[in-house]
């Protein structure tokens, strides 16, 4: 009998070196022969781009805000049928979550019953991480620590003491990666894209061939067997509702290097929505001329504000776009995909359909999970942008979503959610999985 292998990625703090191990991990498996399958704890788009690289399979969000645990389960279950190898990159720290454990990726490899390996940023210590360890490991029970991964090490005698302290600690040492300055994670945020796929390459390579030397693989895979595939009991009620489309229905996706923070599930289930699912037709608002036909226009977010000059080029896109929506067509704006429906960015022409001037004058970031109300209707989602948008005071009434938006306290925030015609806007990135998006066409003609 063949056993497959499955782990979460976790580390004691953000910097330890998680995304350099997991993409690491994900190709050199996949080089092996393996199918592998990738995951990411938590709301980010950008690993998750990473891991498809790596991987070459499609990398898919587990998230208990956005969604419930049930949800979260059935996810690993169908994402990860058939895959020899389940890679589950955690954030932040082991138990760091949107409060305390919750959403932490402890609280993931409890729902998908998967081991733990440790990643440790070992430069500015040494046998002291023994007491670190032995704190992990006891910490909490429910977790089981298959391992641990010395990142950092400077010299055989940092790693001698590394050793000690894994041996001491009781947890066993799956490797140690030396200090490199080559090493360098791409830029994540306000630069990196789609179009950067040499540099995301470079740098996969890189973390692979470290790993391949650094960590006994065959070690890492037997104390990290499952003995058996879970068939996915995916029964959710938001899921069931999502059963039937129409395959005459088309969907236009925007997908280039300006666009493309998309949650692999929110595509699923817009595939099979009852009111708009159908084909997905992806077109890329920099390159294209029109966009497709269709019943439903999404445009997600990305970096539109790096694309600027292109986008404003591309004048019969924008036509084309503005056509469709002034026409009543359905359409979906987060993020930069709203950006894209505003009157311009830092001077750019932009669609012109909302009457609101974005820029990145005085960037900073705006961060959050946040759930949008409406009088019948809720759903949540995650705030993700340095942006900032200035509203015509004397038009914007008339451009107002009647919603409110909560952080993960429960407090208001200002975030302003968007309507013209059919066509919904907002800065926050909607998770679909948990919520039928129909709600949200629902209560704009009540």
Known sequence: MRYKSGFVIAAVSSGSGKTTVTNGLLRAFKNRGFKVAPFKTGPDFIDTQFHKVAAGMESVN???????????????????????????????????????????????????????????????????????????????????????????????????????????????????????????????????????????????????????????????????????????????????????????RKIALAYDEAFNFVYTENLRLLEQNLRFGGEIIKFSPLRDTRMPDADFLYLPGGYPELYAARLTANVLMRESIKDYIDRG?????????????????????????????????????????????TENFAIRGHEFHYSSVIEDGTRIKDYIYPARQYDVNGKEVDTPLYRYKNAIAGYTHMYWGNNDINGLYEDLHT
């Open 62 to 248: 587990l998230d208990v805000f956005m969604s419930d645990e049930q949800h979260v389960k059935s996810l690993f279950q169908r994402y990860s049928a058939g895959s020899d190898v389940r890679i589950v990159e955690g954030v932040m720290g082991l138990f760091d979550g949107y409060d305390k454990r919750k959403g932490s990726a402890a609280h993931i490899a409890e729902l998908t019953g998967l081991p733990v390996v440790l990643v440790i940023n070992a430069a500015s210590s040494a046998y002291s991480l023994a007491a670190v360890l032995s704190g992990f490991k006891n910490f909490d029970k429910r977790i089981k620590i298959a391992g641990v991964i010395f990142n950092n090490v400077a010299s055989e005698n940092h790693q001698r003491l590394l050793k000690s302290a894994a041996e001491d600690a009781g947890v066993t040492l799956l490797g140690c990666l030396k200090r490199n300055p080559y090493m360098t994670m791409p830029s994540r945020h306000l630069g990196l894209s789609l179009g950067d796929d040499n540099v995301i390459e470079s740098f996969i390579d890189r973390a692979s061939d470290a790993v391949k030397v650094g960590i006994d693989l065959d070690l890492l895979l037997s104390l990290t067997q499952i003995d058996k595939d879970e068939k996915s009991d995916d029964t959710h009620v938001a899921d069931k509702c999502h059963l039937i489309s129409s395959p005459s």
């Open 329 to 373: 067509g359905y359409a979906f704006a987060e993020c930069g995909g709203m950006l894209y429906l505003c009157d311009s960015i830092d001077g750019y022409e932009m669609c012109g359909l909302l009457p609101i001037k974005a820029t990145m004058d005085n960037a900073h970031l705006h961060l959050g999970y946040r759930t949008v109300k």
